[in-house]
């Protein structure tokens, strides 16, 4: 399957992180305008992106109980949904900044029938998927380690949430899809289990 390099992610966004939390809401309409290749860029380095090496580990941009790092960031795209990317699903490879195609056709109908019908799945342009391979860190902390593969989830999205804001950018945090639904639409191998829907796209002129 193809690879799809990434531009170098940008470490100087134009918002402090300050602007970005007090302006930050979930945002559920979407222009109907691709998102850029930058704008994938960005985000994804913010939800799994690598930032330095500590003692010969590439550290990630959210943080990780035991540095474990359970978590997989796929890339769903509908048709004209982002410039410079067909329509489909790929696989985000934090190592080289690079996406690896995983299907090469929309699923976006079937993952907004698994995410029970909501309008943010269906309207917006892309969607991130965060899926966990929680045994990762369940072997490591055998009693906390399924609430830590969560709290995970939550800081990937934060990041994705503010640099949302940042990019004037779209997004509303979603959670309520059917497990099972999600993880046969996006061809999940079993260990992986969907966690979270960010869907986002260019902000209408009128928000
Ligand atoms: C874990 C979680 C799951 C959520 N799931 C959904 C969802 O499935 N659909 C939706 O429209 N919003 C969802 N939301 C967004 C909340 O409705 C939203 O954060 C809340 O109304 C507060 O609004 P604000 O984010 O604008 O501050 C979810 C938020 C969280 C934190």
């Avoid at 691709?34 to 799994?48: F, M, N, R």
């Avoid at 309008?119 to 009693?143: F, G, K, N, W």
């Avoid at 800081?155 to 046969?184: I, K, M, Q, Y």
């Amino acid at each position: 399957m193809a690879t799809v390099e990434l531009p170098e992610p940008d470490p100087d966004g134009s918002t402090s992180v300050e602007r970005a939390i007090a302006k930050r809401a979930s945002r559920r309409s979407f222009a109907q305008t691709p998102v850029t290749l930058e704008d994938v860029s960005q985000l994804l380095w913010a939800a799994q992106g690598t930032t330095h090496v500590r003692d010969g580990v590439e550290m990630r941009a959210a943080p990780s109980a035991g540095a474990t790092y359970p978590l997989t960031a796929f890339l769903e795209v509908t048709e004209d949904g982002a410039s410079r990317l067909d329509p489909g699903l790929y696989r985000y490879d934090p190592d080289s900044h690079a996406l690896e195609t995983e299907l090469e056709t929309s699923i976006r109908g079937e993952l907004t029938t698994a995410a029970l019908g909501q309008d943010v799945v269906r309207d917006a342009p892309a969607t991130i998927v965060l899926a966990a391979h929680a045994e990762r860190t369940r072997t490591q902390y055998p009693d906390h380690g399924e609430r830590y593969v969560h709290m995970e989830a939550g800081h990937a999205a934060a990041n994705v949430h503010l640099v949302c804001e940042s990019r004037e950018l779209n997004t509303c945090p979603v959670g309520a899809f059917s497990d099972a639904d999600v993880a046969a639409v996006l061809g999940l191998p079993e260990r992986l289990d969907p966690l979270y829907l960010l869907p986002f796209g260019r902000r209408p002129a009128e928000t």
